[in-house]
């Protein structure tokens, strides 16, 4: 049975390509979707309902898309924060 916070990846069988993260596991599995069909972090909101059963002959397990290092996020993040301080000072 998979557990919550467990991610999986979806080719696009009977469900959008992604990677999607369970959130509940009652009645069956509820998932979310993380990520796009390339790995990338989106926030869709797309939540799907599926039988505990399709996780396993529809999906297979990944790893978390937000685990990692992300150096050029890193610098952006930091250029973006230093930019709003000086703006919020002007």
Do not use: K
Request: no cysteine; charged share 25%.
């Amino acid at each position: 049975m998979p557990e919550i916070g467990e991610h999986y990846r979806s080719d696009g069988a009977s469900v959008r390509p992604g990677v999607y993260r369970i959130v509940g596991t009652s009645d069956g599995v509820t998932l979310l979707r993380v990520a796009d069909d390339r790995g990338r972090r989106r926030h869709t909101g797309e939540i799907l309902y599926v039988a505990a059963a399709t996780i396993d002959e529809e999906f297979e397990p990944v790893g978390d898309p937000d685990a990692g290092f992300a150096p050029r996020a890193s610098v952006r993040n930091a250029i973006q924060g230093l930019y709003w301080s000086v703006r919020s000072l002007v």
